[in-house]
Structures are given as structure tokens and as C-alpha cells.
């Protein structure tokens, strides 16, 4: 029986990829409640603007009552303490990730003993999928269906 808790999976999902999606199918095996927190920079220019990236994420992962989708400004360990988790979730593809993610959590750690960063490794399949050369792909016009999940394509082939 899995105790109650809740992770929260902090990123910009600028876009939302297909491994993002199979980072929080494998956090709602290990957790009862996982938060994807869209993180909003006012000085970042961003692709998708914070709400169309919620309703999208939203639209996502309407039928898991478990996953919630929240936008969030600062610190992540203070979005966590106000959500009452003790777990933020990062995705690792390779040791580029690991390297520049190991300095977060370290400085995390720092911040707030009590909360924990887990690295969840990403799917082979979704090794390559990076949201900054998705982005690029996609203002220059080419075809992104690939990387990311259909509900999420259609929902922005619409607009
Ligand atoms: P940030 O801007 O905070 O780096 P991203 O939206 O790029 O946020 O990524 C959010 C999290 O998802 C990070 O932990 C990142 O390592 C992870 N991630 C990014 N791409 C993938 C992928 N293809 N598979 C699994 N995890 C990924």
C-alpha cells in the first residue's frame, strides 16, 4: 500500500513533451498525488504562454484525479512547503542532465533539509526529445506530432 504523498514535478514544459508524459506515468505508480508545476519567469520569453501551457498540460491528464497543474513563481521548495510535498521530480536523459541537476538539488537541499529531489530516468524511446529543439522545430514551421502527446498536438493544431 503506497503511504500518502505527493511529488511535485517542476518544469517549463515549454512544450509539454512525449517524455515528460512518460515521467509522470511512471510518478503516479510511486506517489499518490504528483503536481506538475509550471514554473513562470515574467522576464523569459516563452513559446506557449503559462495559461496555454496549463490548459494544455490540464487537458492532458484530464481523467487522472491524481495529477494536479499548477503555475508557479520562485522557489520551488517554496511551492512544494505550500503544497505539502517533500519530493520535487527531475527527469535524467544523460550526464549533462545530471551534471546541471545535481547543483539544483544540492542547492535545494540546502534551502529546505526536508525536502528531497528523486531523478527518475527517462524512457529510452524519449532520450533525444528536448523541449528547446521541439520549440525550434516548431516556429520554424516543421512537424512536432512526434514529440509530443497527441491530446496535445490536436489541442494546438486547433489554434
Ligand atoms: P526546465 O526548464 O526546468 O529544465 P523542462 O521543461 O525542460 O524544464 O524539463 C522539466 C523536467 O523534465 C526536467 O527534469 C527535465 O530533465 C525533464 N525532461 C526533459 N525532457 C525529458 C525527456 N525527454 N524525458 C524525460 N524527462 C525529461
Redesign the pocket.
Known sequence: MLQASTAV??????PF????E??VHKAIQLYTKVIIAI?HNTTKQYLFSPEERLNQIQFLFAEYPNVEVKLYQGLTVNFCQENNAKVIL????DVK?FEY?KSIAWMNAELQTDIQTIFLL??PN??A????IVREIYKSGGNIEKFIPSKIFNLISKN
Open positions: 514535478f517542476p518544469g517549463s514544459f515549454d513533451t512525449k517524455g515528460h512518460a515521467m514554473g527531475r527527469g535524467l536523459r542532465d541537476e527517462t524512457e524519449y532520450l526529445i528536448n523541449s528547446v
